[in-house]
């Protein structure tokens, strides 16, 4: 256990790979995928209040997108690259996309 982070739920997602999310105190904060050909990495995630918005930002610095929004079970994910090429998520929560505080 790394921070205390523990596993929160494995995914199948085929033909992609499988992933496995970590979090703390029932929060998810990173996942690691295995991807056939590819190293397994880390992805960390930033929550933010309007995932859309924060893309613009993200890619009006320099950033660069890697996976487009996609409705998720706990709310809103996209995932992009820094200038540097390092990925990161960018997550809304699903009460974030309903508009509650």
Do not use: C
């Amino acid at each position: 256990m790394l921070f205390g982070w523990v596993s929160l739920e494995q995914r199948d997602g085929s033909p992609s790979g499988k992933s496995t999310i970590f979090g703390r105190n029932g929060f998810p904060i990173g996942s690691v995928r295995e991807e056939p050909g590819l190293d397994n990495r880390w992805l960390y995630f930033i929550r933010v209040a309007d995932l859309d918005a924060s893309i613009k930002r993200a890619l009006a610095k320099g950033g660069s997108m890697r996976a487009e929004p996609m409705a998720v079970a706990d709310g809103r994910v996209a995932v992009l690259d820094d200038p540097q090429g390092a990925a990161f998520a960018l997550h809304q929560t699903a009460a974030a996309t309903r508009g509650v505080p």
